[in-house]
């Protein structure tokens, strides 16, 4: 690009002296040859630019991938203590579970118990009951037999 701008400089120093007079064509060709310098630039800086782009995808690629790894390791860790953390739940609401329905029956042998001993005692103050008003009967009964009558004078 330097070597054209010196020749653009030559070409329009002859120009101004008149060693050389004003030709359009030699100025076409200049800027075409400036065109193709430029463009030329331009491609080495677009695959340098591509190549530099493909590395740090690469690179980066590479880090999300590392990421991954870590987050997959993360979340097999988390899982991992999830799982052991349900296991501890269920095995302590089991062992509640038990206690409970141990404790459940315990009272249900309570209530049977006091039940059964409420009925017994309710029987036996029925018969007791039945019992006195059944001599209470044989008393008046027997006592009415032995009343003389009593007439009115």
């Not at 065109?35 to 590395?55: I, K, T």
Request: glycine share 4%.
């Amino acid at each position: 690009m330097e070597a054209l701008f010196n020749q653009f400089s030559t070409m329009s120093n002859q120009t101004l002296t008149g060693d050389n007079p004003f030709n359009p064509y030699d100025v076409d060709h200049l800027l075409h040859l400036f065109e193709l310098e430029a463009y030329n630039s331009w491609s080495s800086y677009a695959a340098a630019s591509h190549a530099s782009s493909l590395a740090f995808a690469a690179e980066a690629e590479s880090s999300i991938k590392a990421a991954e790894s870590d987050m997959d390791a993360l979340l097999a860790s988390a899982m991992d203590e999830f799982h052991r953390t349900v296991q501890e739940a269920e095995r302590l609401s089991e062992s509640e579970t038990r206690g409970l329905v141990r404790a459940a029956e315990k009272v249900k042998k309570a209530g049977e118990s006091v039940g059964s001993a409420a009925s017994v005692a309710s029987k036996r103050y029925l018969d007791g009951a039945v019992a006195s008003a059944t001599a209470t009967m044989r008393s008046a009964f027997g006592s009415a037999g032995k009343i003389k009558k009593i007439y009115p004078c």
